[in-house]
T-cell receptor
Framework: DAMVIQNPRYQVTQFGKPVTLSCSQT?????MYWYQQKSSQAPKLLFH???????NEADTPDNFQSRRPNTSFCFLDIRSPGLGDAAMYLC?????????????FGPGTRLTVL | GIQVEQSPPDLILQEGANSTLRCNFS?????LQWFHQNPWGQLINLFY???GTKQNGRLSATTVATERYSLLYISSSQTTDSGVYFC?????????????FGQGTELSVKP
């Protein structure tokens, strides 16, 4: 089945130690998104890629970076994680960039910062 | 920006009961999706429904775009329906695919 895959499902890191989360998709979708979801809150968009075109949300901290080396893979890099970055990180994809495209989510990576 | 409000915030049901969840949005939208977030955190697509009515088994949804609301109906609820239900909207192409989520309805179905 076509799907969105995230690895690892659980990630523990230390305060200030860089961490990378990965997302892959077999849907061949053009757009990939990263959302952050803190406990008891709604998901919040960090950035998205339309093909190789990177789009950052205005309020996304500089500590968060992303790479998309090819259509199938997208990475979220947190350069110096703080305690406030502990959250669920959700990757999503959609076929196109217009607002008529449904988004599909992966299972998420739960990040703990010690 | 567009505001999305969901009600009720919490709901406790006995297994077998029916329920209606509501999503109000403050501006016209081109995309509206309903999700179920399971206890493991995954967002499961329920409906892509910017307008009209859809049904999938015990679940159905209706969006009245002109009146800026959407309803999610759950019939004959089961314990596996427990979790958080999110409504998310996107206003226009210029938003670049940005979904704005409501705060969710947390549903607990008791056996």
């Amino acid at each position: 089945d076509a799907m969105v895959i995230q690895n690892p499902r659980y990630q523990v890191t230390q305060f200030g130690k860089p961490v990378t989360l990965s997302c892959s998709q077999t849907l061949n979708h053009n757009v990939m998104y990263w959302y952050q979801q803190k406990s008891s809150q709604a998901p919040k968009l960090l950035f998205h890629y339309y093909d190789k075109d990177f789009n950052n949300e205005a309020d996304t901290p500089d500590n968060f970076q992303s790479r998309r080396p090819n259509t199938s893979f997208c990475f979220l890099d947190i350069r110096s994680p703080g305690l406030g970055d502990a959250a669920m990180y959700l990757c999503a994809t959609s076929r196109g960039r217009t607002s008529y495209n449904e988004q599909f989510f992966g299972p998420g990576t739960r990040l703990t910062v010690l | 920006g567009i505001q999305v409000e969901q009600s009720p915030p919490d709901l406790i049901l006995q297994e077998g009961a029916n329920s209606t969840l509501r999503c109000n949005f403050s501006d016209s939208v081109n995309n509206l999706q309903w999700f179920h977030q399971n206890p493991w955190g995954q967002l499961i697509n329920l409906f892509y429904i910017p307008s009209g009515t859809k049904q999938n088994g015990r679940l159905s949804a209706t969006t009245v775009a002109t009146e800026r609301y959407s309803l999610l109906y759950i019939s004959s609820s089961q314990t596996t329906d427990s979790g958080v239900y999110f409504c998310a909207v996107e206003r226009s192409y210029n938003q670049g695919g940005k979904l704005i989520f409501g705060q969710g309805t947390e549903l607990s179905v008791k056996p």
